[in-house]
């Protein structure tokens, strides 16, 4: 079985920064994408970012500019970092790892995590 934990998420005064983790672990032979996403009260989840094992990253527009992803791959681990917080970025942050394998044979999954909350309020 393959577990996602995030971190990192808090209350952040609008113009702040936070910067969000995600660990991936159990027994995971490779991953291809890690991604987050954010879901706000009364709204769907949304794509924010994601970033490929070879370092490929795409963002949502609404974050462009303002949110970095990075990984570390030897670790399982993908970041973000979130600059120039707004309220509308209050929300819960998801993590999520696409086509994992868990040993060379075995079938894709993807896997998500509890999510962690991020508030930005004054």
């Known amino acids: 079985q393959v577990q996602l934990v995030e971190s990192g998420g808090g209350l952040v005064q609008p113009g702040g920064s936070l910067k969000l983790s995600c660990v991936a672990s159990?027994?995971?032979?490779?991953?291809?994408?890690m991604d987050w996403y954010r879901q706000a009260p009364g709204k769907e989840r949304e794509f924010i970012a994601a970033?490929?094992?070879?370092?490929?990253?795409n963002y949502a527009d609404s974050v462009k500019g303002r949110f970095t992803i990075s990984r570390d791959n030897a670790k399982n681990t993908v970041y973000l970092q979130m600059n120039s917080l707004k309220p509308e970025d209050t929300a819960d942050y998801y993590c999520n790892a696409e086509d994992v394998r868990q040993c060379r044979t075995c079938p894709l999954r993807e896997y998500w995590g509890q999510g962690t909350q991020v508030t930005v309020s004054s």
């Open positions: 970033i490929t094992t070879g370092g490929r990253t």
């Open positions: 159990g027994s995971i032979f490779s991953i291809n994408a």
